[in-house]
T-cell receptor
Framework: SQQGEEDPQALSIQEGENATMNCSYK?????LQWYRQNSGRGLVHLIL?????REKHSGRLRVTLDTSKKSSSLLITASRAADTASYFC?????????FGTGTSLTVIP | NAGVTQTPKFQVLKTGQSMTLQCAQD?????MYWYRQDPGMGLRLIYY???????DKGEVPNGYNVSRLNKREFSLRLESAAPSQTSVYFC????????????FGSGTQLSVL
């Protein structure tokens, strides 16, 4: 399978806490992306990190990439109830986008 | 702009029936994709089209066919539906430069009885 794998599968935190989720993948990549999916909806792009980058920030999001370990992490700081969703990493080895199995995040108000 | 539009939103089929899922994008994207999403399996790529006139198999193409009708439209056909094809189907598109992102449709919930 080309899929990546997110860890943990599920995460429950209190509002205001930070949430960290990890992604491991198998193939060489051009870039790695993180997406968010609210229940019953399509995925929405959050952030992209290129293979020659190690860290990237966007608002309350911080993404790291370690190509030697084929892994990435997504940190959401100061979480809000509205951050409750599933989060997926996508690896992009060429024209294809391969998604992991997702982390379900619940932020408790 | 509508973005990526999928029809229908819901469909129930009997085993052996056929149907076509339609997808259209108005963003002048070159690449289009079909995914299925099953609980615990994440999104799996069925077929993709890197450009108008080309299609390629993804991870799980068996039981499906696709047509890239023009630059805007990419359809997914189930010739003889099976219960194992019960899933949520998503269409997506991208420019397909190295730093581009996917835009998703809202999905089709398909049940095969």
């Amino acid at each position: 399978s080309q899929q990546g794998e997110e860890d943990p599968q599920a995460l429950s935190i209190q509002e205001g806490e930070n949430a960290t989720m990890n992604c491991s993948y198998k193939t060489s990549i051009n870039n790695l992306q993180w997406y968010r999916q609210n229940s019953g909806r399509g995925l929405v792009h959050l952030i992209l990190i290129r293979s020659n980058e190690r860290e990237k920030h966007s608002g309350r999001l911080r993404v790291t990439l370690d190509t030697s370990k084929k892994s990435s992490s997504l940190l959401i700081t100061a979480s809000r109830a509205a951050d409750t969703a599933s989060y997926f990493c996508a690896t992009v080895p060429g024209n294809q986008f391969y998604f992991g199995t997702g982390t379900s995040l619940t932020v408790i108000p | 702009n509508a973005g990526v539009t999928q029809t229908p939103k819901f469909q129930v089929l009997k085993t052996g029936q056929s149907m076509t899922l339609q997808c259209a994008q108005d963003m002048n994207h070159n690449s289009m994709y079909w995914y299925r999403q099953d609980p615990g399996m994440g999104l799996r790529l069925i077929y993709y089209s890197a450009s108008e006139g080309t299609t390629d198999k993804g991870e799980v193409p068996n039981g499906y066919n696709v047509s890239r009708l023009n630059k805007r439209e990419f359809s997914l056909r189930l010739e003889s539906a099976a219960p194992s094809q019960t899933s949520v189907y998503f269409c997506a598109s991208a420019y397909t430069r190295l730093d581009e992102k996917l835009f998703f449709g809202s999905g089709t919930q398909l049940s095969v009885l």
